[in-house]
């Protein structure tokens, strides 16, 4: 009894009468802390507030339509056209500005806090900004490029 259990009264409650281990509904297993499900978890993570959601909402729109504007001031060496009433060179305007938010939102929080922006749904914060530096550096790639005349 002693080399299962240092403790007597642990190894008695152990030990049923035939000598085999009981099983631990006597009450005697100690109690597990509590734990946060992972969905608990997940969801705190994913909490970016309005700034967050509206960053991912804006952002889904800008990436793409810098990405386009900077293939096309690559390969015309203009930008976007205006469009109809001027709406597609002011889509182009705030996209950039847009663009710059986040990456400034991102630099801030990374000076602040040691990383970047959470992941939130479904990861989409995260992909937005990963996109938005992506966005960024193809500008200067290619601002670059078309000042050098290459």
Do not use: H
């Amino acid at each position: 009894m002693q080399a299962l259990c240092s403790r007597p009264a642990l190894g008695a409650a152990l030990l049923s009468s035939s000598g085999r281990r009981a099983p631990f509904s006597s009450g005697v297993a100690a109690r597990a802390a509590p734990r946060r499900s992972a969905v608990v978890r997940a969801a705190a993570s994913e909490d970016v507030g309005t700034a967050g959601k509206a960053a991912i909402a804006l952002g889904l729109l800008a990436n793409p339509i810098c990405l386009w504007s900077e293939y096309t001031l690559k390969t015309t060496g203009a930008g976007l056209p205006p469009g109809p009433g001027g709406a597609l060179g002011a889509a182009e305007g705030v996209s950039y500005l847009v663009i710059l938010g986040i990456v400034g939102w991102s630099l801030a929080t990374k000076v602040q806090t040691g990383s970047g922006l959470p992941a939130g749904p479904a990861g989409l914060l995260g992909a937005v900004e990963g996109f938005s530096y992506l966005s960024l550096l193809a500008g200067i790639v290619v601002f670059g490029l078309n000042a050098a005349g290459i």
